[in-house]
């Protein structure tokens, strides 16, 4: 094959493996192995002296794991690339092995939750300090930027709100101030979005949602400068959130399809986000290639499709978002996203429930609102469900 030619990354989802082994298999091998064998005394202590990069232990490197890690690292367009065993092991490692005590990490303030909890409840315990900034103040994040600020951290679109954050602009404040700029593209895939393209150091993945594609395994992955993906790797190997090989399997045969899933998954999202934008029992209706959209011009600049999530909010708040749960007949009501199967959920009586009224406000979790994961079911099904279930809500 000619070496110069760009692969398309759909052919690079499909056809990077490990070496083929002489069994000549054709779909891709599973090392299921904790530790691998040395032929002599002195080829194990050379691969403890680092001297070769033969696989020791699976909590370090394993081959498996490695394919998947570097087929993200390939389609992200970044240098390196390390699995872990979920994307909030992901993003934890890459805030331990890159921050110290004393430093000031700059983040979005509409993020996963799992993400908000490290950021403002155990981080600060080791001395790390945080400002949370909005998407639509970007123009004021540099305000924020102290001579102690290392990284600036964000997701876009963003978990549950959708809020799009201009990838442009975040990455040139993180250039001109020397941050580490490091961005969860969980819900973007890097078939719709390329952080990387923007000056992204470091791009996280949480593969439980879109890539695993069918809610089987959690994993995780980070791709990024290789020093920094190194660091990280360090801190990995001694800590041990390592993904298990079957768990890489899996996810890696996942990326084999990733394309085509994420095209249909945001043409069915933007048919139903269409259906119900102006439905009557709607206060509002969210969806990123929606002109109605806040973000809609960055989001036409940065993405390629809008994604599978679309979020509204119910009229009659918390007890009608119930009702309307509780209808459902398709759809699944489930703690995930990303599935092959459309799954609804409502924040403020599951996710964000132990927070207050106020708190909730303030992160942008009112109590009407859905997020709708749309699945790949007939988009004509998705749409009679929801809309049967919203006439008894
Ligand atoms: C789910 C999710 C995570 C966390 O991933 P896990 O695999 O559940 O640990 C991180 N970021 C975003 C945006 C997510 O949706």
């Known amino acids: 094959m000619d070496n110069t030619r760009k692969l398309h990354p759909s052919t690079i989802a499909v056809r990077t493996q490990t070496e083929r082994t002489n069994q000549m298999e054709h779909s891709t091998p599973v090392f299921l192995t904790s530790s691998f064998a040395f032929e002599s005394a002195e080829a194990m202590r050379a691969a403890f002296a680092d001297e070769t990069d033969d696989n020791i232990y699976s909590r370090y490197s394993n081959p498996t794991v490695d394919e998947f890690a570097h087929k993200i690292a390939l389609l992200e367009k970044c240098e390196a690339g390390f699995a872990t065993a979920s994307g909030m092991a992901a993003i934890f490692s890459s805030f331990m092995a890159l921050l110290k005590t004393g430093d000031h990490l700059l983040c ?3 993020m996963f939750g799992g993400t908000n909890t490290v950021v403002t409840k155990f981080l600060p315990r080791f001395g790390i300090e945080y400002t949370l900034v909005g998407a639509a103040d970007i123009d004021n994040w540099e305000a924020h930027i102290k001579p102690n600020t290392k990284m ?17 602009k975040a990455g040139a404040i993180a250039q001109k101030h020397g941050l580490i700029f490091n961005v969860d593209n969980c819900f973007a895939t890097p078939f719709l979005q390329t952080p990387a393209d923007f000056g992204a150091d470091l791009v996280i993945h949480s ?34 959130p390592a993904l298990s090989p079957f768990n890489a399997w899996v996810l890696s045969k996942s990326l084999e399809t990733l394309g ?13 986000a269409k259906h119900f934008e102006n439905h009557p029992r709607l206060e509002w209706l969210k969806y990123p290639f929606l002109p109605s959209h806040p973000q809609y011009d960055i989001a036409q600049k940065q993405m390629l ?34 599935d092959s199967r459309s799954i609804a959920s409502h924040p403020a009586s599951t996710t964000h429930s132990k927070l207050s009224e106020e708190e909730r406000q303030k992160v942008g979790i009112t109590p009407g609102l859905i997020r709708i994961s749309v699945g790949l079911e007939h988009v004509d099904d998705i749409i009679y469900d929801i809309e049967q279930a919203l006439e008894k809500a």
């Open 108 to 110: 979005c303030r509409s």
């Open 152 to 168: 600036l951290f964000l997701e876009t679109p963003t978990n549950p709100q959708l809020e799009i954050i201009d990838l442009k």
């Open 207 to 240: 593969a439980t949602k879109w890539i695993d594609g069918q809610g089987r395994v959690l994993g995780g992955a980070v791709a990024g400068r290789k020093e920094l993906v190194h660091d990280i790797y360090l801190f990995c190997r001694n800590s041990g």
């Open 260 to 272: 085509v899933r994420i095209q249909r998954h945001s043409e069915n999202a933007l048919t139903v």
């Open 305 to 338: 499709a809008g994604g599978g999530i679309v979020c509204f909010e119910i009229k009659g708040g918390l007890e009608s978002g119930r009702r309307f749960m509780d209808n459902l007949q398709i759809l699944s009501l489930t703690p995930n996203l990303g």
